[in-house]
């Protein structure tokens, strides 16, 4: 590496010299020890190189796939028109504030009545760090990324039927699992009983670890005292001055810990998707949307329903009719389509595609989402139970109760996101209440959690994904044996249309999926239009 | 609950209530079901209730310990003067930027060069979220918080000895130590060899936790598959579009983490004073001391460096010289005194107390601590690591390498902490070095687990604690043995005169310490002034 210097090269460009200079071996080398231990499949900011003929995009949908189509084409040449269902950019990516209204399938409209600055993001929440690609375009297109608390250790975990029905911290279970499997395992380690898995060498590097890691004591043992304390949190705090000491709790003891099921909850903390550091983006989620429409908004038609996609030798031509005020339909017309229309409604527009592809597009179920967002005249959670940011899991139909990963201590109101419920039962219940009992069934089974929600609630909100008309659902659903009937058909170019979104990628619900899958679908498109 | 309706009662108000009404039981009942699991030491803002009897209060040290003092004696009614050795409020809270110089023991003197917005805080840098009076004044002073990040999964562990050299991602060695504990008690478990610890009921539910918590397999096994790679990341990402199926990656095997010692760093992550959420001020630490600074700033007497504490039946005299233009000792009198100044620096001033006290000053020794922070002209870790904030950990004597906490994903220039040492050789051995030679080290060293250093580095600047002549020192180093001896002496009054400060605290090193130990200073110090 010495020679580097003061070159100022880019890393990029390190690798690739040493590339040149040594062959793929020697770059694996060097691309290992400066970091990379795995793979991405967003390399930097997309290049269509070729030309692009004076060509024509017609691209269905401005949510984060459609906008990223909208602006790497142009970029490349192309004469380019987005048509959009909704009044606004973005799609799923999405932020409620004061004053913000829609209107559900079946009629109900709701009105945020959120105070100034505070907001519920209905779709997307939060940004994983692996996330490359919507993390690039966020530094493209100025957006302020601030963290996202997935994991407080303050926050609670709670069991209808567990400690009698008391919420737990979860440092506390998670302290306690961890210390008693820990004593488990020191124990049958000092027995011997290990002695076929774990070498002699080995075996006393295991117990100090397990001491280290599970806060054992000298013994070996998990129990109340300073050393638990010391991870778990204390019974009395310690404190300055005189009568300052701390004083150590009891753990709670593996039993209950197991029959509780709370222990369930550990893995959303752990998995690779909700791994530190995550973010969001300061002031809402829609501010990507609204970034990338800074960029391409002139190329967008609003308040467009697509009600028929034809394609012929000639090209591809579109019918809408305007989503506010149906009248005659009106034709759009291009060489190329990209297509990001949701499969849940793209499979009820005709659209003149193959018999495989058409069976994709009709294969895919949506999963159901309800989120509801909740107005406290204070952030109590913080006030009184010293929760900032974070999220409470529940076996209540609400599941999780998610604090503000902003604003922290400031006092006044804020809003909560009081229920989300990804699939099963729970959310199909939700969405088939009105928003009225929605919000009050939220509030009434937040209280059991969270007993200030009786003094302290406002109002609220929700968005039952189901009933939303420009997805009817919330993400593609897929399973491995519809991936492997269906997955390769969907994304195929099928004549001049090619499909892109989040239904199209291998990150499904997920901002990234959207991108990544528009990148694909518009990079295949490019090179067909370069070799024809 | 159903009485607290519309009436807006605080939590504690409440609290309160159903202590009258129903007796301490009934509230210990009431206070867990709302959530409180431990007693912190802080109980809200400080009483001072009763006649000051128009008393004064000399206080000495304007760091944390004692502005909290200033601002709560003047609004209880004392007449109040505070000297500073520094030119500036906060002591140890303390924020360097472009253009700040200072002095340190021996006569180098180190001016910053960071570009504007960047900043080092050579002294505390996080506050967790129990920290509650720290987060109390934070509020009612105004100050902004973001989250401190500890635990970046992404960032790094480096054993010098282990696996090449190579860092490894902290996401990977913690997954894989998880998931071999797991592997290996789930194969005990079902071996029978835990039946007397573990009852039958429970066996069966121990394997399912240890399966979704250790990402084992339908066999129990923690290897190479999509389990695994869910929780420790993918050799290969998901991705979108055509040919976007993920690969995994393998998992570092038991023996090779267990002898790399890496695992000895996961309890950095764990320690409850590390939980999630941490915090940090918006802007630097120092917007902490600038806050109370805004408040009390009228009553502080700076650049007076403290030569003699005297007392007698009426009053406390002090004598102090201008720490810039030593000349002829002035005097300041009060009836009282709170003493904050570092028992390094208080250890070598005539005081007149008691010989218990005395011996108490004299008998804590300080930890020595360096920080150096280091500009490099871009965010190499972000751009090229994907590491956003967090800290690696090596056994080098850096010891540590943190990223900052803001402004991720913007591009442009970025401070790292490149050398955290607490304690030990490694602080001495940097101590004793010139500031040049430190900065030099810590960018030879920090090159070893980042290459990008040695091409991006601009400029540093480094504060080693025992050099810096306001403390002499980071922190009181207390074992518990002169805890028993001592620490009851150092915190109690002794005649006219009170000490304060982290060090009379059983959270050294903690702003938390210095202003509990302030709060219990001057409410042991008014209840004699109400009394006599």
Request: proline share 4%; aromatic share 10%.
């Amino acid at each position: 590496m010495q020679n580097q210097g003061e070159t100022g090269l880019s890393r990029r460009d390190l690798l690739s010299l040493v590339g040149a200079v040594a062959g793929s071996a020697a770059m694996y080398q060097a691309m290992t020890s400066l970091g990379f231990a795995s793979e991405s499949t967003y390399k930097g900011p997309i290049r269509l190189e070729g030309d692009a003929k004076g060509a024509s995009v017609l691209i269905l949908g401005a949510g984060l796939a459609g906008m990223t189509a909208a602006l790497e084409l142009r970029a490349a040449g192309y004469r380019v028109q987005v048509l959009e269902f909704n009044s606004r950019p973005g799609g799923r990516n999405w932020t409620l504030r004061g004053g913000d209204s829609f209107t559900e399938l079946g009629g109900a409209t709701q009105t945020c009545g959120f105070e100034q600055g505070l907001y519920l993001n209905p779709g997307p929440w939060r940004i994983p760090y692996h996330h490359r690609a919507v993390l690039d375009y966020c530094k493209r297109l100025g957006v302020t990324l601030e963290p996202f608390i997935q994991l407080n250790h303050n926050a609670l975990l709670h069991a209808s039927n567990a400690f009698g029905g008391k919420p737990q911290r979860i440092r506390e279970i998670k302290t306690d699992f961890q210390g008693h499997v820990s004593e488990l395992l020191a124990k049958v380690t000092r027995q011997s009983k290990l002695d076929e898995a774990v070498s002699v060498q080995d075996k006393e590097i295991l117990l100090q670890a397990l001491q280290s890691w599970g806060a054992l004591d000298k013994n070996y043992a998990y129990k109340a005292n300073l050393i638990s304390a010391d991870y778990r949190g204390y019974a009395r705090d310690p404190g300055g001055g005189l009568h300052a000491v701390p004083v150590a709790g009891e753990p709670i003891n593996l039993s209950d810990i197991l029959q509780s099921q709370l222990w369930r909850y550990l893995r959303n903390f752990a998995l690779h998707e909700f791994q530190t550091t995550m973010f969001e983006p300061a002031g809402g989620m829609d501010m990507i949307g609204k970034a990338f429409a800074r960029e391409v908004g002139d190329l967008i038609r609003y308040d467009a329903k697509v009600t028929r996609i034809q394609q012929g030798d000639g090209g591809v031509t579109v019918s809408y009719v305007d989503s506010k005020a149906p009248a005659a339909p009106q034709l759009a017309k291009a060489d190329w389509c990209v297509c990001t229309i949701p499969l849940s409604i793209l499979s009820q527009i005709q659209i003149d595609v193959g018999a495989r592809m058409k069976a994709a597009i009709d294969a895919v179920p949506y999963s159901s989402s309800i989120k509801i967002g909740l107005q406290f005249r204070r952030r109590f959670w913080e006030e009184d139970e010293e929760i900032y940011g974070g999220i409470s899991y529940t076996d209540l139909p609400i599941r999780q109760i998610s604090y503000p990963s902003n604003g922290y201590n400031r006092g006044g109101r804020g809003v909560l996101l009081g229920a989300y419920v990804y699939g099963g039962a729970n959310a199909y219940e939700f969405t088939s209440m009105t928003p009225a009992d929605r919000i009050a069934r939220a509030v009434e089974l937040g209280s059991r959690i969270h007993p200030q929600y009786r003094a302290e609630f406002e109002n609220g909100i929700s968005v039952a994904w189901h009933r939303v008309p420009f997805t009817l659902g919330c993400a593609g659903s897929w399973t491995e044996k519809l991936r492997e009937q269906h997955y390769d058909n969907l994304c195929q170019i099928d004549g001049r249309i090619v499909l892109a979104g989040e239904h199209a990628s291998y990150i499904p619900a997920w901002q990234e999926g959207a991108i990544l899958s528009s990148l694909d679908a518009i990079t295949r498109l490019h090179e067909r239009v370069v070799r024809t």
